[in-house]
């Protein structure tokens, strides 16, 4: 059973920044796609942004400029580096690790951004 402990969650005022970590419990990191989703109250979790075995990236249009997703295949890590946030960017952040077609979702961790 693959368990994605997040990290780094908090609350920051508009303007601030914050940074994400999860860490997968599988050797097959390295060869996992990784992703981050939030979800915010009464609506539906959304894509913020992924990243392939190869370092391919890809966000949500919204997000491009103020969200840098990254990885460390050599600490088992994937990061999300979230700058100039919004009130609107208040969500719980889920990851998420993608291998051989399965979805493996970590517990969330809860950013909430005050205005």
């Known amino acids: 059973q693959v368990q994605l402990v997040e990290s780094g969650g908090g609350l920051v005022q508009a303007g601030g920044s914050l940074r994400l970590s999860c860490a997968p419990s599988?050797?097959?990191?390295?060869?996992?796609?990784m992703g981050w989703y939030r979800q915010a109250p009464g609506k539906q979790r959304e894509l913020v942004a992924t990243i392939t075995s190869a370092g391919s990236t890809n966000y949500a249009d919204s997000l491009k400029g103020r969200f840098t997703i990254s990885r460390d295949n050599a600490k088992n890590t994937v990061n999300l580096q979230m700058n100039s946030l919004k009130p609107e960017d208040t969500a719980v952040y889920y990851c998420k690790m993608t291998r051989f077609g399965s979805d493996y979702w970590g517990q969330g961790t809860q950013v909430t951004v005050s205005s």
């Open positions: 599988s050797s097959l990191f390295s060869i996992s796609t």
